[in-house]
C-alpha cells in the first residue's frame, strides 16, 4: 500500500492548487472481490443463461462516500475475456483504470484483475457494467451510488429510505446470440421486455415481435405480477423516500412514473437540479438520475411503472410501492406514459436545469464554473449513421466504424508503439466520401474547452456517452445544427452529465472541459450500435510528463497484442 499512499498524498497536494484546501487523513479504502460466472435465472420467466457477480443478478451494489478509494478484484470465470466500466466516473489522472478495451487488456479467463479507483470529487447516481463485446445484455451490471462527505450539504434533507432502481430493457437471447446476428449483419430486434432490478412481473406488451400494432396500449394481467420492492412495510405515510433510477438497458430510452405521486428531481449524473417536480420521466440508455417522493397519497399499494420510449409496441414493467399498512392492492389502469411523443421528451430535458447556488460534490458553488462565458477553442460535429461495409451492417461516426486493435490505445499512446492508431481517420466534422473501417482517435490539447454536437440524421433515438468528464448539455434541437444554433443555448444552467440523449433527426450540443488527461471513449450507449463501431477515443494531452497531470501505467497493468510488460 505504501505507493499507493504516495501517489494519493501528491495527488492531494496537486488538486489543491488555487483553491482552500486542507489535507485529510487519507481517503477510506473499499474492497471488493467480485467473480463474474454463468448462472441462470428467468427475468421474463423462462429460464436463460446470464452473468452474475457473487452470485447476484444485477451485481452487487457499490454504496461509497465522495473520494474513496475503490477496489475491485474482479476474478473473470466466464469463458470470454472481460472488462468492466464505471458509467460517469471519472477516473481523474487515471484512464487506466476505465475498463474499456482502449484504455486495458480485456481480462482473460480464468484470470484476475484489480481495478483502483477514486470517487474523486464526485456524487450521486452511477452505473457500472461490462463494456466488452456484448456482456452487458446477459448481465454484469449494477449500481454505483456515492453519497456526499459529512462537511457537504446537499440541497434536500435527508431522506427516510433510500430505493435504487436499475430499469434495463432484456432480450430472451443471451449476449452470445446477439452478437451472433449482429456479427452476421442484422440489426437487433425489439427487445422482449422490461426488468426493474433484475425482475418482471407486469410485462405485457402489444403485438409480435417484428409486427408493428398501429396503436400501442399498456395490457396488464393482475395476477400475481406484483414485484413488491420491499416485502416488509416500508414506506410510511407522511415520510419521503430517494429514488436512485437508472437506465442500464442495452437499447431502449424509458419513462419512470409511480401512480399517484409526484417526483422531485434533485440530481442528474452528480449535478444537483433545480427541484422541479415531474409527474414522469424520460431516462435514456446509460442515464441515471435521483428523485425525491413523499408519501401523502392514501394509504394503499401504488404501481411503479417504467415503459419504453419510442418503440412501437410498447414495453411496459411494473413494481408496486406498498404503504406501510395497506392492504388493498394497486388500482388499475397503469399510469399512462408518453409513447412516442418526442417534443415532449425535449421540452422536458430542457426543464432540467443546474441549481446554480447548491454545491455538488465540493463545498463551492455548482454555478461557479460559468461555463457558459469560456471561450470554446474547437467544435466537433460527430454525425452517426447505419450503413453497409462489406456487404454487412455497421454503425459509423462521421463515415468511419470503430474497430478495436488488439493494442490498447492507451498503451500504444504511453509506450509510443507505432501502427496501432493514428490522428486522421476520423475528421472532427462530416465530410462526404465513402464509410469505412477504422481506429478513430481524435487528439486534444489538456485543458481545451470544447463543443461536441452530436448530429443524428436517423429516425431512431441516441444516446452518446463521454468517459473521463461530464459535459454542459447547452441545447437540444431538431434538423440540422449551425453554428446560429448557438443563440439558442443555455449558457447559465444547463446540467453537467456524462451521458446526453439526441432526439431523431435532431441535434445536441454539450460543453466540456478537457481536464482529465488520458484516452476517453466516447460511446454510443445502445449496445449493438456500439458493438458494430459507433464509437471513438478522445487523446486529451499536453508533453510533461509528471504525476500531477496523469498517473503513470499501474503496476498491475495487463500487456497485450504489441505492448509487452516493461522490465
Ligand atoms: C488476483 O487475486 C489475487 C488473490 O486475491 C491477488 O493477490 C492478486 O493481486 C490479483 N491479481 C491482480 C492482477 O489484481
Ligand atoms: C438550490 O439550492 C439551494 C442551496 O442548497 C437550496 O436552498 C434551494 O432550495 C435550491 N433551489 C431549488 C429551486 O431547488
Given at each position: 500500500m505504501k505507493q499507493g499512499n504516495l501517489l494519493i498524498q501528491v495527488f492531494l497536494l496537486a488538486y489543491c492548487f488555487g483553491s482552500v484546501c486542507v489535507i485529510n487523513a487519507e481517503d477510506p479504502y473499499r474492497f471488493f472481490t467480485w467473480t463474474v460466472t454463468y448462472g441462470t435465472r428467468s427475468p421474463l420467466g423462462v429460464p436463460q443463461q446470464v452473468i452474475l457477480i457473487n452470485g447476484q443478478f444485477p451485481g452487487p451494489p457499490i454504496e461509497g462516500v465522495t473520494n474513496d478509494n475503490i477496489l475491485v478484484n474482479l476474478i473473470n470465470k466466464i469463458d470470454e475475456p472481460l472488462l468492466i466500466t464505471w458509467n460517469g466516473i471519472k477516473q481523474r489522472r487515471m484512464s487506466?483504470?476505465?475498463?474499456v478495451l482502449g484504455t486495458s487488456c480485456p481480462i482473460q479467463p480464468n484470470s484476475n484483475w484489480t481495478y483502483h479507483f477514486q470517487l474523486k470529487d464526485q456524487i450521486g447516481t452511477y452505473t457500472y457494467f461490462a463494456?466488452?463485446?456484448?456482456h452487458r445484455a446477459s448481465g454484469a451490471f449494477g449500481a454505483l451510488n456515492v453519497n456526499q462527505r459529512s462537511v457537504i450539504f446537499v440541497p434536500y434533507h435527508k431522506p427516510d429510505g433510500d430505493f435504487t432502481l436499475l430499469v434495463s430493457d432484456w432480450y430472451k437471447m443471451g449476449h452470445k446470440a446477439l452478437r451472433k446476428r449482429l456479427d452476421s449483419g442484422r440489426a437487433l430486434p425489439l427487445p422482449d421486455g422490461l426488468l426493474i432490478n433484475g425482475a418482471s412481473k407486469g410485462l405485457a406488451f402489444t403485438g409480435e415481435h417484428g409486427k408493428l400494432s398501429s396503436l400501442p396500449t399498456i395490457l396488464l394481467r393482475l395476477d400475481s405480477l406484483v414485484l413488491y420492492l420491499c416485502h416488509a412495510s416500508c414506506f410510511s405515510t407522511g415520510k419521503f423516500y430517494r429514488f436512485r433510477i437508472s437506465n442500464v438497458g442495452i437499447s431502449t430510452s424509458i419513462n419512470f412514473r409511480i401512480q399517484g405521486h409526484m417526483m422531485t428531481l434533485v440530481e442528474v449524473e452528480g449535478s444537483h437540479t433545480l427541484e422541479e417536480v415531474y409527474e414522469s420521466l424520460d431516462v435514456h440508455v446509460g442515464q441515471s438520475l435521483t428523485v425525491l417522493v413523499t408519501l401523502k397519497a392514501p394509504v394503499k399499494d401504488y404501481f411503479i411503472v417504467a415503459s419504453t420510449r419510442f418503440t412501437k409496441p410498447v414495453l411496459t414493467t411494473s413494481a408496486i410501492l406498498h404503504?406501510?399498512?395497506?392492504k388493498t392492492r394497486p388500482s388499475r389502469p397503469l399510469p399512462i406514459g408518453p409513447t412516442y411523443h418526442i417534443h415532449w421528451s425535449m421540452k422536458q430535458a430542457r426543464t432540467i436545469r443546474l441549481n446554480l447556488t447548491a454545491n455538488a460534490a465540493r463545498p463551492n458553488p455548482q454555478g461557479a464554473f460559468h461555463y457558459g462565458t469560456i471561450p470554446i477553442s474547437q467544435t466537433l460535429v460527430l454525425a452517426n449513421a447505419r450503413t453497409k461495409i462489406n456487404g454487412k451492417l455497421r454503425y459509423t461516426v462521421n463515415r468511419v466504424s470503430y474497430v478495436n486493435p488488439t493494442t490498447p490505445l492507451k498503451l500504444a499512446d504511453w509506450y509510443n508503439?507505432?501502427?496501432?492508431?493514428?490522428?486522421?481517420?476520423?475528421?472532427?466534422i462530416p465530410t462526404p466520401g465513402p464509410s469505412i473501417l477504422g481506429t478513430s482517435v481524435l487528439d486534444f490539447a489538456l485543458h481545451e474547452y470544447v463543443e461536441f454536437v452530436f448530429q443524428n440524421n436517423e429516425r431512431s433515438i441516441q444516446s452518446w456517452h463521454i468517459d473521463g468528464t461530464n459535459a454542459y448539455v447547452v441545447g437540444y434541437g431538431t434538423g440540422t445544427w449551425n453554428v446560429?444554433?448557438?443563440?439558442?443555448?443555455?449558457?447559465?444552467d444547463a446540467v453537467s452529465r456524462h451521458t446526453f440523449q439526441v432526439y431523431p433527426m435532431s441535434w445536441t450540443s454539450v460543453l466540456a472541459s478537457l481536464d482529465n488527461k488520458g484516452m476517453w471513449n466516447v460511446r454510443s450507449q445502445i449496445w449493438s450500435r456500439r458493438y458494430l463501431g459507433q464509437e471513438l477515443y478522445v487523446r486529451v494531452w499536453n508533453n510533461e510528463r509528471s504525476l500531477y497531470t496523469e498517473a503513470e501505467p499501474p503496476l498491475n497493468a495487463l500487456y497485450c497484442g504489441k505492448a509487452k510488460r516493461p522490465v
Open positions: 487506466w483504470q476505465d475498463g463494456s466488452t463485446s456484448m404503504y406501510k399498512g395497506s508503439i507505432p501502427g496501432v492508431f493514428d490522428f486522421k481517420t476520423i475528421k472532427n446560429a444554433m448557438r443563440k439558442r443555448y443555455n449558457y447559465v
